[in-house]
């Protein structure tokens, strides 16, 4: 499976999350691209298996500023296509907008008619160790069975066409 990792991080914090998630799911045999928003090439992503989207609120419930940018580019364009898509978000359960960047991310892609393929995850307080087997759990529940599921569709496929 090809996945692309897809994070805006403005004091490191997600980033440290979505470079864990890359360990995680490369140990796992999958090619993990991990790419900063500020760099989405948007026309590329069509081309994974798997987009997770991840992104730290700031101020009160907004984007960080990769984020923000990345939702306006979004926002603005007329049509974009993704086969499977999920969101996580890291913030601070004592802001009364708790990970509110996954609510807009939500939007945002709701929008484009782009249906989650899995609960989006948020993530309360700093990476650490308690936070990465929150994030290992969501992983193993919500996402790499999907990816078994993708791994099995060509088989199915083809059985269909030959019947
Ligand atoms: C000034 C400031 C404002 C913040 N505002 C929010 C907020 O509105 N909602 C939230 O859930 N977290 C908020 N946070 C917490 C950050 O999202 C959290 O520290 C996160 O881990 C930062 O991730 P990053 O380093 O990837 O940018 C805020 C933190 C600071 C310092």
């Given at each position: 499976?090809?996945?692309?990792?897809?994070?805006?991080?403005?004091?490191?914090?997600?980033?440290?999350?979505?470079?864990?998630?890359h360990?995680?799911?490369?140990?796992?045999?999958?090619?993990?691209?991990?790419?900063?928003?500020?760099?989405c090439?948007?026309?590329?992503?069509?081309?994974?298996?798997?987009?997770?989207?991840?992104?730290?609120?700031?101020?009160?419930?907004?984007?960080?500023?990769?984020?923000?940018?990345?939702?306006?580019?979004?926002?603005?364009?007329?049509?974009?296509?993704?086969?499977?898509?999920?969101?996580?978000?890291l913030?601070?359960?004592?802001?009364?907008?708790?990970?509110?960047?996954?609510?807009?991310?939500?939007?945002?892609?709701?929008?484009?008619?782009?249906?989650?393929?899995?609960?989006?995850?948020?993530?309360?307080?700093?990476?650490?160790?308690?936070?990465?087997?929150?994030?290992?759990?969501?992983?193993?529940?919500?996402?790499?069975?999907?990816?078994?599921?993708?791994?099995?569709?060509?088989?199915?496929?083809?059985?269909?066409?030959?019947?």
């Open positions: 499976m090809h996945l692309l990792i897809l994070y805006g991080s403005l004091t490191g914090n997600t980033l440290l999350v979505s470079e864990h998630m360990a995680f799911l490369t140990k796992r045999g999958h090619a993990v691209d991990l790419v900063d928003q500020s760099f090439e948007f026309e590329t992503l069509n081309a994974y298996d798997f987009v997770l989207i991840g992104a730290s609120t700031w101020g009160e419930g907004d984007p960080n500023p990769a984020t923000q940018v990345f939702i306006e580019q979004l926002d603005a364009l007329e049509r974009i296509e993704m086969k499977r898509v999920a969101l996580f978000g913030g601070d359960s004592a802001y009364e907008h708790f990970c509110g960047v996954v609510d807009k991310l939500e939007s945002s892609l709701a929008r484009k008619q782009i249906v989650l393929c899995a609960p989006s995850l948020r993530l309360d307080g700093f990476p650490d160790e308690v936070m990465c087997d929150k994030v290992d759990a969501w992983l193993d529940r919500d996402i790499l069975p999907q990816l078994y599921t993708i791994a099995e569709l060509p088989l199915a496929d083809s059985s269909t066409s030959d019947a």
